[in-house]
């Protein structure tokens, strides 16, 4: 299977390699800020928690790229 990838090969599955790990970490780190606004809300700490949603929204965006 190595010795049939060319260069465009190696390209495209580099690419789709990234893209994997790059959506992987998106949805973690969204699954993780959920539970940290969260945990922030319930402690009364509004500044944090908006923080923190403004960062989970900003995740969001380069996700659906």
Known sequence: MLND??????DVLFEY????IKKSYYVT???RLSREIA???TSG?????D????RKKEIAVFHKQ
């Open 5 to 10: 990838l060319t260069g465009e090969n190696i």
């Open 17 to 20: 390699a990234v893209n994997k």
């Open 29 to 31: 780190e969204q699954k």
């Open 39 to 41: 945990r922030t809300k």
């Open 45 to 49: 700490n509004k500044e944090s928690a």
């Open 51 to 54: 923080t923190l949603l403004k």
